[in-house]
């Protein structure tokens, strides 16, 4: 087998390997050998840059998430650098709002309570002053972790600088959250006050009167220096911008230094990480006035990579009315764009419900030659490690892969929602296009009255109450696919299946029964029934573990493994039929499964978000068996199959999705690192960044694990770790932010008594 990491490092020395070997070992940003060390000064001969490469993060386009510094943490009131600061709702909470004044961005509160949180990198006293404006309210009350800061003093309909006093003593760094409750009583529509930023000022010596690095501010669209522009980040000292980052295999920061205005100043360029010593990556002295100049470095980041760090642009030092400029900063790969999947004759996803990961190739560690479809997949195809679901309820997770959205941008959060008539699915988008699209369920929760038949060419739907067996929808996929290649042969195919998987009824007869572990079983699970008796065990607010013996679950693994043996089978017949009809080559064939199961939660739908349910098999086969035999252990997630499916096929959501084409994160050229992978259920959010897993339910205080040092979790880092921590829930909140439908999209499920059999039989409801 072929482990992608082995593979990924290979690609990444090549290339820098050949950007050293252009002429660039010893750059600003240092040698290869010594990334940590300091650059030249600005005022040396510098050697020609290697190749721009491919930029994967643009610093000036994420602004918004990052930190911005001077003379303390500045909060941009009302403009998007707010999102993920309310503690701990993320997003603005009722009764704040965005208003406008004089061209300007503020935010306009008439919530009597207002919290941030915030990060604080060095002790320090501190003190809270705010761009403010009076309306209803004079006086607010300022708490800095439920402890009295003091109050900001507000004048009615006029605009003024309001501050506290400093601390007497320093405050620690790390996480903090600052109160706000506003006196007064509000009128009508009546707001309490209007606010156009909020400092959290570091007291100094600093005679300059105080300009605050707002979003505005900071970024100079067009800053030239000797004639050549740059869009820039323009920082006084002493100041910083600070952006979390997870940084992939061979990355490089690229930037252009200088000073606009007159004097000398200091820049620096670091990388700060919980619990070390900031690491100086890069130094400049710099010089404006008339022949001011760019400094262009370009600093290898490897020592850092695939740790989530904050790397910060700082002006150490600034003269009065001058500011450094960091142009164009951007991370950047040196290596080709990743490779997008082969067009493709068709597209076979089959997702099996209720399956542990670990009872599969090449998961369960021992010889599975019940499972002989899946074991060649695990041989020959690629096999996916750190594939994780957005949810625990299933058929969110469909409708995820069906439309490139997470659960809150489609709305099918709960098992009493459908696919709204308004949302385009994979299916609509295949059909319109002039391909042969179909989907294939026995699974009730996305059956047509949830919404997901609309738009395929063919949808069929196999209820468990049937006489139809667990392995009919994959038949049904092979015939249809045979059929339809049979009557025009030169068709694009696009089938989805949603197959039981290992979800109960269990298709097994009574012969077969007397056979399956353990002998002279006596319990009560019942192959037809099992699906409601452990519905039933769950409903009575009792664990699977306290209800069940030890005999009652080995039955059930035996049973399921019989149901998974036979599904097996049908995958194994739907791929020779692929062969058959000659388009096996031509084909991106795909396994995976929707909800994780386990001994504690047996065919639970919506249950925690717990790393066991989220983590799901994946196995794809690419065309012409590209990447066969190689393990990814890079994260992916369930709309990388959307990708995936619509590169091979050549066609698009005309609105933007989610998702990365799995061959470029098989080519170990994608870089999967950028985002974390996030899970939401009802107000529950759980993301894994690397290493780093926080959980927890909006409008409460999240937990915070590091798997490096806590494989179990059992404690939370919050404290301990808190720019992780920042970065992680302003993650999920931009996400929410920028992805999350208004409650009012979400349509209710109208569903048949059939459908109602079904789901009776299956096991959600009484």
Not at 387 to 404: I, N, Q, W
Request: one cysteine or more; charged letters at 20%.
């Amino acid at each position: 087998m072929v482990s992608l990491s082995a593979r990924a490092g290979a690609i990444a020395l090549a290339f820098v390997g050949a950007a050293f070997m252009s002429g660039c070992s010893s750059c600003n940003g240092g040698s290869r050998d010594a990334p940590g060390k300091p650059a030249a000064s600005g005022s040396a001969a510098a050697p020609p840059l290697p190749p721009p490469g491919r930029i994967i993060t643009d610093i000036v386009e994420s602004l918004a998430g990052c930190d911005i510094e001077h003379r303390g943490v500045l909060l941009d009131a009302g403009t998007d650098a707010m999102t993920g600061r309310f503690a701990w709702t993320g997003i603005a909470p009722p009764g704040v709002d965005s208003v406008e004044h004089d061209a300007s961005t503020w935010a306009r509160v008439s919530a009597r309570t207002m919290r941030l949180f915030f990060v604080l990198p060095e002790a320090s006293p501190i003190f809270v002053s705010a761009r403010s404006m009076g309306i209803a309210s004079r006086v607010a009350t300022v708490s800095l972790d439920d402890q009295p800061l003091g109050t900001l003093n507000f004048n009615r309909n006029q605009i003024r600088v309001a501050s506290t006093g400093a601390t007497t003593l320093p405050v620690d760094p790390g996480l903090h959250t600052l109160t706000f409750r506003f006196m007064g009583r509000a009128r009508d529509a009546d707001a309490y006050a209007d606010l156009d930023w909020i400092r959290v000022g570091v007291p100094d010596e600093n005679p300059a009167t105080y300009g605050p690095p707002t979003l505005r501010d900071v970024v100079a669209p067009a800053a030239a220096l000797a004639g050549v522009p740059h869009r820039s980040i323009a920082l006084r000292g002493p100041g910083a911008v600070r952006c979390a980052l997870r940084l992939p295999p061979g990355a490089h920061l690229r930037t252009a230094i200088g000073l606009q205005g007159a004097g000398e100043a200091d820049a620096s360029i670091r990388i700060l990480r919980d619990g070390q010593k900031p690491v100086d990556v890069s130094a400049q002295h710099v010089t404006g006035g008339d022949k001011a100049t760019w400094s262009e470095i370009d600093v290898p980041l490897a020592p850092h990579t695939g740790a989530l760090v904050h790397l910060e642009l700082r002006a150490e030092s600034t003269p009065q009315g001058s500011r450094v400029l960091f142009g164009d900063p951007v991370v950047t790969l040196p290596a080709p764009p990743p490779p997008a999947t082969a067009k493709a004759r068709a597209v076979v996803i089959v997702v099996l419900n209720g399956v542990e990961r670990e009872e599969l190739p090449p998961w369960h560690g021992a010889p599975t030659p019940h499972l002989t479809a899946l074991s060649e997949l695990a041989l020959t195809g690629t096999t996916f490690h750190r594939h994780r679901a957005p949810t625990t309820y299933p058929a969110a997770v469909l409708g995820s892969m069906l439309t490139a959205m997470p659960p809150r941008g489609h709305t099918v959060t709960d098992p009493g929602a459908r696919m709204p008539a308004s949302q385009t699915m994979l299916g609509t988008i295949a059909h319109d296009a002039s391909l042969r699209a179909a989907m294939f369920t026995g699974v009730p929760a996305t059956f047509k009255s949830f919404g997901f038949g609309t738009g395929w060419e063919h949808f069929a739907e196999y209820p468990p109450q049937g006489n139809d067996l667990a392995t009919a929808p994959i038949e049904a996929a092979a015939t249809w696919m045979t059929d339809v290649l049979r009557q025009a042969p030169e068709a694009r195919l696009l089938a989805v299946v949603h197959s039981r998987g290992g979800h109960p009824p269990w298709d097994v007869t009574g012969k077969e029964q007397a056979t399956l572990a353990p002998n002279n079983y006596t319990g009560v699970i019942d192959p037809r029934r099992g699906a409601q008796q452990i519905a039933a065990a769950r409903r009575r607010g009792k664990k699977d573990k306290d209800v069940f013996s030890a005999q009652d679950k080995e039955r059930i693994r035996a049973l399921e493994t019989v149901a998974l043996t036979g599904q097996d089978r049908a995958i194994g017949s739907l791929i020779s039929a692929l062969k058959t009809a000659g388009i096996w080559e031509s084909t991106v064939f795909v396994v995976t499964g929707d909800v994780g199961s386990g001994a504690d939660a047996l065919y639970a739908e919506g249950q925690e978000l717990s790393e066991k349910l989220l983590t799901l098999p994946l196995y794809v086969r690419f065309p012409d068996a590209r990447y066969g035999g190689a393990n990814v252990h890079l994260p992916t997630e369930v709309w990388d199959i959307t990708q995936t499916a619509l590169s091979a096929l050549g066609i698009a959501f005309s609105r933007p999705g989610l998702g990365r084409d799995l061959s470029g994160v098989a080519s170990g050229l994608e870089d999967p690192y950028e985002e974390p992978q996030i899970a939401t259920l009802d107000d529950r959010f759980s993301a894994r960044w690397g290493e780093h897993i926080m959980t927890g339910r909006y409008d409460a205080a999240p937990s915070l694990c590091d798997l490096e040092v806590d494989p179990t979790c059992a404690f939370n880092r919050r404290e301990a770790m808190p720019l992780a921590m920042q970065a992680l829930f302003r993650r999920i909140v931009a996400r929410d932010v920028a992805t999350s439908a208004p409650a009012s999209k979400r349509e209710p499920a109208t569903i048949e008594p059939e459908t109602v059999s079904s789901l009776r039989v299956w096991g959600a409801m009484d």
